[in-house]
């Protein structure tokens, strides 16, 4: 048993049905986070199911070691990048039973004000999910105008990426926290709806300073690799283009193997879960199977 609190990411129940966890089964989670996803494949695979863990995030390790500390060695917690996480963890080609990708933020970087992903708390112009690489600040000094408004059209999906980008890199070395960024937002573009003008802005940078599309792309291409035949890959996205990618993958790339779709249809949170949960609404699981 898990001997810190447990917590409970979107999609729990969903995913480890969907990873189809059998006792002595070998899963590894890519993005561990909090290790709630984590302990409940522990519990599944007992007594002697292995779970080896990766994240970007030493803090969000620090939590996960603590959660996951009764399982002992069936364990294995490491920090690095699920891009290539084959390579971080040294693992042999068709060596694991289960592959799990929770994408975007998690909610112990999202509510930290120090760690600059949200404009509703005050905080440095940060955005990293880990300690090394570019601030989101460094990343609006260097990027040029092209490369930005281009950032802000397809990760952000924002009407006015052109105007955008070009106000912020004219005002990006007077920008000290996510207040100035989106208050220089908010002057730029017109409100729409009940979100934030910044919202897609603050969306597009978190994933150009963490390179989250590119990521996701090496680690579809390595995941069938790493699977043992049967194996299940799953996956859960909270955008449409991190979905769209995933989606891409299973119908085009894999039409004809080595994966196979589990479900037609991406499974999503219902409705008791978005009562408690409601950063949910956006989550889609898909789930696939080594053939």
Not at 59 to 78: D, S
Not at 95 to 107: E, H, K, N, T
């Amino acid at each position: 048993m898990s001997s810190g609190p447990l917590h409970l990411p979107v999609l729990w129940r969903e995913t480890l049905e969907g990873l189809s966890l059998r006792p002595g089964a070998t899963i590894v989670d890519v993005t561990v986070g909090l290790g709630g996803h984590a302990a409940g494949i522990l519990a599944a695979t007992g007594p002697e199911g292995r779970l080896i863990g990766l994240d970007r995030d030493p803090e969000a390790l620090a939590k996960a070691r603590e959660v996951l500390a009764g399982y002992g060695e069936r364990a294995r917690l490491v920090q690095g990048n699920f891009s290539r996480f084959d390579e971080a963890l040294g693992l042999k080609p068709q060596s694991v039973d289960g592959l799990l990708a929770d994408l975007g933020v998690s909610s112990l970087q999202l509510d930290s004000p120090l760690r600059g992903f949200s404009f509703a708390r005050g905080g440095p112009l940060d955005m990293r999910m880990g300690p090394e690489g570019a601030t989101a600040k460094d990343f609006l000094l260097r990027v040029g105008l092209e490369e930005l408004e281009t950032v802000f059209r397809d990760a952000g999906e924002e009407r006015f990426a052109r105007k955008l980008a070009r106000r912020l890199k004219e005002d990006a070395e007077h920008f000290e926290s996510t207040a100035d960024l989106a208050a220089a937002v908010a002057r730029c573009v017109p409100q729409r709806g009940k979100s934030h003008p910044a919202t897609r802005v603050f969306l597009a940078l978190r994933m150009a300073v963490n390179r989250e599309m590119p990521n996701l792309r090496e680690f579809l291409e390595r995941a069938p690799v790493a699977l043992k035949k049967g194996g299940r890959l799953a996956i859960i996205a909270f955008h449409s283009t991190e979905d769209r990618v995933v989606k891409w993958q299973g119908r085009e790339a894999w039409r004809e193997g080595p994966m196979r779709a589990v479900f037609k249809k991406p499974r999503i949170a219902g409705l008791e879960e978005l009562r408690v949960n409601p950063r949910s609404r956006s989550a889609k699981l898909r789930v696939f199977e080594k053939i």
